[in-house]
């Protein structure tokens, strides 16, 4: 089990180097690039490769704090499709202050190892993430947790609920992916001609997401410009609105660029999981329609995904079981925030986290998490002030809706 700690210089790669290469990443930089960005927080975090197979490539690489709060409930954080543990970076703060807090990369994405993908169905594609992820959470010594997943992450965070109840004690589905079933008008069937413009170009699109045509194949196959476009769109994304600093942007694309071009694995799983236009292939309504574990929904104002499939998903289960907690079945959405809605507005996600969680905390662990959240709009690598000394700021309300350890170095087999 492998680990670092804050401080990992970042690595400076020769000139030469640069030139001489196809791709611009190694698993080297790629951990550089992480612990970067990590050290804008002002907690000081580990990480940790914690083995959940008999390969050297079968690894999940695992962010945590150093110092948790004693007797606190573990929270433990699943990252969407194409992204990292490291996208949590803006609450790493605030869930740590309150929870054993742990941001772990899903098998196969990530940091974690990246060993051949074989899945040839939804159900196997499922269980290469959900089974892993129960060795890791075996690895790590947890009897239960918290669970929150984002994006697919949130998705695949259900199956494993589903699967284990036992082990969840509560489910937060961050604009979760493949809540609701497929609209009728989205059927391949009610597809314009193949003669017409839109037609060609919507069969175009089916052929690449059957054809495992991935955004990290796509970036991989751009050799070196391929951090351009990856800078160029997270620039355009995450400075807009409550916006990320030209530090933290900086840091996070390249980080971003580093988790696309690796090795692929588990982002070939996305065809088994989710149809093309990202509908599911089996949705949670069907495949978890019997959850026995508390779950909250959330979702930004300005979502692409649907908030109404999450209503539609929590009313569902309040009829069929019941209310199991405070905020059960429960659909939330958070302020000025879109599908990243932790990066795009931090404080008033962590707040709404906080009302959530409230039961499961001790006064003064949830007196921490309210503080961090009032801290979260501030630049990270801003000097700390205490909550009560900043400046008045404009009041954001967090908007609730009932709407239905060795010094870490890379394996050899890590991808180059």
């Not at 490291?86 to 060993?115: K, N, Q």
């Not at 036992?166 to 003669?195: F, I, T």
């Not at 969680?357 to 949830?366: E, G, V």
Request: charged residues 20%; contains cysteine.
């Amino acid at each position: 089990m492998a680990s670092a700690e804050s401080g990992t210089p970042i690595t400076r790669v020769p000139w030469y180097r640069r030139l001489s290469r196809w791709r611009q990443t190694s698993h080297k930089e790629a951990v550089a690039a992480e612990r970067a960005l990590l050290d804008l927080c002002r907690t000081p975090t580990q990480t940790t490769d914690v083995p959940v197979g008999p390969r050297p490539d079968e690894f999940m690489h695992t962010i945590h704090a150093r110092d948790p709060p004693a007797a606190a409930p573990a929270l433990v954080a699943v990252p969407g499709y194409a992204a990292g543990s490291g996208h949590a970076f803006r609450i790493v703060d605030g869930l740590a202050a309150a929870f054993r807090f742990y941001a772990v990369d899903l098998l196969g994405t990530g940091l974690s190892g990246r060993p051949p993908f074989r899945a040839k169905s939804t159900d196997e594609a499922v269980a290469f993430f959900v089974d892993s992820l129960e060795t890791w959470r075996q690895k790590q010594g947890l009897d239960k947790m918290l669970l929150m997943g984002h994006s697919l992450g949130g998705y695949l965070s259900a199956c494993y609920a589903s699967k284990y109840p036992e082990r969840v004690q509560h489910l937060l589905l961050v604009s979760p992916a493949g809540v609701g079933r497929r609209p009728s008008e989205w059927e391949p069937s009610r597809l314009p001609s193949a003669w017409s413009l839109r037609g060609a170009l919507a069969r175009f699109l089916i052929w690449s997401w059957d054809s495992d045509l991935t955004p990290g194949r796509v970036i991989r196959g751009l050799g070196p410009l391929g951090p351009g476009l990856v800078q160029r769109y997270a620039r355009g994304r995450f400075q807009q609105g409550l916006a990320l600093s030209d530090a933290e942007v900086a840091r996070f694309e390249s980080y971003f660029y580093h988790i696309l071009v690796a090795r692929g694995s588990g982002e070939f799983a996305l065809r088994h999981i989710l149809a093309p236009f990202a509908w599911p292939r089996q949705a949670l309504e069907e495949r978890c329609a019997d959850l026995q574990v508390p779950v909250t929904i959330f979702y930004g104002d300005v979502d692409w995904m649907e908030p109404r499939s999450g209503g539609r998903y929590g009313a569902m289960l309040r009829e069929k079981r019941g209310v199991l907690a405070e905020h059960d079945t429960e659909t939330i959405t958070t302020p000025k925030a879109g599908h990243y809605l932790f990066m795009d507005n931090p404080s008033a996600f962590l707040k709404q986290v906080a009302e959530v969680t409230r039961q499961y905390l001790p006064a003064d662990a949830l007196q921490r998490l309210l503080d961090a959240a009032a801290q979260a709009g501030a630049p990270l690598g801003a000097p700390f002030h205490p909550p009560d000394a900043l400046e008045e700021q404009p009041e954001r309300e967090a908007s609730f809706a009932s709407e239905g350890g060795r010094p870490n170095t890379a394996p050899n087999t890590a991808p180059q």
